[in-house]
């Protein structure tokens, strides 16, 4: 340096936690050579002594809060000169902060101020050298520093420093970065009074600088590299909370699947006793419940038969052959080499084909009816069951079957049109379509305008969201079939209370206080949906009461949960599979009982 035979050397590596702060170890030697010997008469003695100085200093930092940060370093320096070597060991602190923030946090600005203080040899290093001993004076800095956007990709950053010591005056340090690119940086300073510049490039892991000073001896040219290993805290703050949060939602899925594990055996119990009890009607309700849940459940099928004969052997003895002849068929459906039910098939037929008079013509229409409704071609079997009493007004017997037909299509067409707009809410518009023509084939007379003009409406958000998309990246947008939350902007201090509740309902859930910690995952998310993993959290609890209702039979309750967790994630496949399917079971429970099934909330399952 300065055209002597001066050496600097520095290295330090820095050993980051997100969670615990950082600690670092330098390491730093300055070389003399050339120091000419004099004796006390001014006669040289030597011109090859040398000065080596160095400096181990261990330093630790850590933030305490997202306004101030806090450090300090214990250092061991070492002279040796001419024929002495002494050493001392000095502690530094400081602080880092932004008060702007902390005053005024309304200010728009005020997040690119910040402050910082050093106090250097606080504990001041003192060298003894034979008799005399040098110290080390302690040395105070404190700056401002702003940082501001200028452009895309274009960053400034101002910062201004003051020094002193008690055997100097005040020293002035000011300096300007400006960021070109991701890539690179250039710099410009003042350094008492000296003119300084220089530049940055950073490349992946790798950062080289260049420094030129200006001093009176002459220019000093600078180098420096930087390379960074492993994670950043970022990274590693991301990383943890996301293993975090995935052992989390592992936890709460195996508590979710033993549950639900748990509730269906219950259910399959009172399956089992209501059959006992022949209380058919109850137990294939409860079986649709069942299937809600489980459709492959192994006991469904042989339970749902034994209800089946128990209501068909009823409905014979009762002479009512149609509802016998609609309960055989639906044994079939479980079992199609069932000759038992084949042949009280046939001979429920023949009773109610006898008992109606009907024609040769008019009995292969109703078995083609009969079958048709079994096999759940509800406009086939209306249509078969019509063209009977368009030539039999008086067949009572089809009169009763083409009412439960009717009533059939139009709870159909009522939980298909429910289901279409589902679609349509959290953006399966394609689903939704299809949904829409499955109605149009049920009943060419439902009205479907209203759902056409949803899902139109849909089409021309995500048209328009493509657009912006492609306005703001310059690429080709993709129209999304999801729904995208943007998050809010937000104060720091109201982020700072939303961070509060939902530590809360952290807090609350671990101590049992469930219903305490949806209330502040409530809030948190009704204000930004995107905090953390509120929706995550809301969502497995929506799930998990939704199931809790629906396994005691308050409908209601649990319909009314799982649209929760369809708000919360209106792509949440569970919650929709459960919603479809109860919706289906609500159908097919009218083909099978022969009335219409309750809506939610009037139906409570016996325990």
């Known amino acids: 340096l300065y055209g002597l035979d001066v050496d600097e050397e520095y290295a330090s590596i820095v050993i980051p936690n997100w969670r615990w702060g950082a600690a670092a170890f330098t390491f730093r030697r300055l070389a003399v050579d050339g120091i000419a010997e004099r004796d006390e008469r001014g006669t040289l003695l030597s011109d090859d002594l040398t000065d080596r100085q160095t400096e181990f200093t261990l330093s630790y930092g850590r933030t305490l809060s997202d306004l101030w940060s806090v450090g300090g370093s214990v250092k061991l320096q070492r002279q040796s000169i001419a024929h002495s070597s002494a050493g001392?060991?000095?502690?530094?602190?400081?602080?880092?902060?932004r008060p702007i923030v902390a005053l005024a946090p309304s200010v728009t600005w005020a997040e690119r101020v910040s402050w910082g203080l050093a106090i250097h040899n606080i504990v001041e290093p003192s060298l003894e050298h034979d008799a005399e001993s040098v110290t080390d004076p302690t040395r105070v800095r404190t700056g401002l520093a702003y940082a501001h956007p200028v452009a895309e990709n274009v960053a400034a950053l101002a910062a201004f420093d003051l020094e002193k010591n008690r055997n100097?005056?005040?020293?002035?340090?000011?300096?300007?970065?400006?960021?070109?690119h991701e890539l690179l940086a250039v710099r410009l300073g003042a350094n008492d009074g000296m003119f300084t510049a220089g530049a940055g490039i950073r490349w992946r892991r790798y950062a080289f600088d260049y420094v030129l000073e200006n001093n009176d001896i002459e220019p000093v040219h600078r180098f420096g590299v930087a390379i960074q290993f492993g994670a950043t805290v970022e990274e590693s703050r991301r990383l943890q909370l996301q293993a975090e949060e995935e052992a989390y939602q592992a936890r709460v899925a195996k508590s979710f699947e033993e549950l639900r594990a748990r509730r269906v055996e219950e259910m399959v119990r009172q399956v089992e006793e209501l059959a006992g009890a022949e209380r058919y009607d109850e137990a294939l309700s409860m079986l649709g419940a069942v299937s809600v849940l489980e459709p492959e459940n192994p006991s469904t099928k042989a339970f749902e038969a034994r209800c089946l004969w128990g209501k068909a052997d009823a409905a014979?003895?009762?002479?009512?052959f149609t509802d016998a002849a609609i309960l055989y068929g639906q044994i079939l459906n479980l079992d199609p080499d069932d000759t038992r039910a084949q042949a009280g098939l046939k001979l429920a037929r023949f009773w109610s084909d006898r008992h109606a008079a009907r024609s040769a013509p008019n009995r292969e229409l109703f078995a083609s009816a009969l079958d048709a409704f079994t096999q759940e071609d509800l406009p086939a079997a209306r249509q078969h069951l019509t063209e009977i009493l368009q030539a039999n007004p008086d067949d009572g017997d089809a009169r009763a079957m083409l009412a439960r037909t009717t009533t059939a299509i139009r709870i159909n067409t009522t939980h298909l049109q429910q289901q279409a707009a589902r679609f349509?809410?959290?953006?399966?518009?394609?689903?939704?379509?299809?949904?829409?023509?499955?109605?149009?084939?049920?009943?060419?007379?439902?009205s479907v305008a209203d759902l056409e003009s949803l899902i139109r409406a849909a089409e021309q958000d995500l048209?328009?969201?493509a657009i912006g998309e492609k306005a703001r990246d310059g690429t080709d947008a993709e129209g999304s079939k999801g729904v995208r939350i943007a998050a809010p902007t937000l104060s720091r201090k109201k982020r700072k209370e939303l961070g509060e509740l939902y530590r809360q309902g952290a807090t609350a859930m671990e101590e049992g206080r469930a219903d305490d910690a949806v209330k502040y995952w409530e809030l948190v998310w009704s204000t930004d949906p995107t905090f953390e993993s509120v929706a995550?959290?809301?969502?497995?609890?929506?799930?998990i009461r939704g199931l809790e209702a629906f396994a005691t039979g308050d409908l209601a309750e649990a319909t009314r949960r799982w649209e929760e967790a369809l708000d919360v994630d209106p792509r949440d496949e569970t919650a929709l599979r459960y919603l479809t399917r109860f919706e289906e079971q609500m159908s097919r429970t009218v083909e099978i009982l022969g009335e219409p099934a309750a809506r939610p909330g009037e139906v409570t399952m016996s325990r």
């Open 88 to 97: 001392g060991v000095g502690v530094n602190i400081g602080v880092l902060g």
């Open 168 to 180: 100097s005056s005040v020293g002035v340090h000011a300096g300007l970065e400006v960021g070109l």
């Open 316 to 320: 014979t003895s009762a002479d009512r």
């Open 424 to 446: 349509v809410k959290v953006g399966l518009l394609e689903e939704a379509e299809q949904t829409v023509d499955e109605i149009r084939a049920l009943d060419p007379e439902a």
């Open 463 to 465: 048209a328009a969201e």
């Open 536 to 543: 995550e959290y809301l969502r497995s609890e929506y799930l």
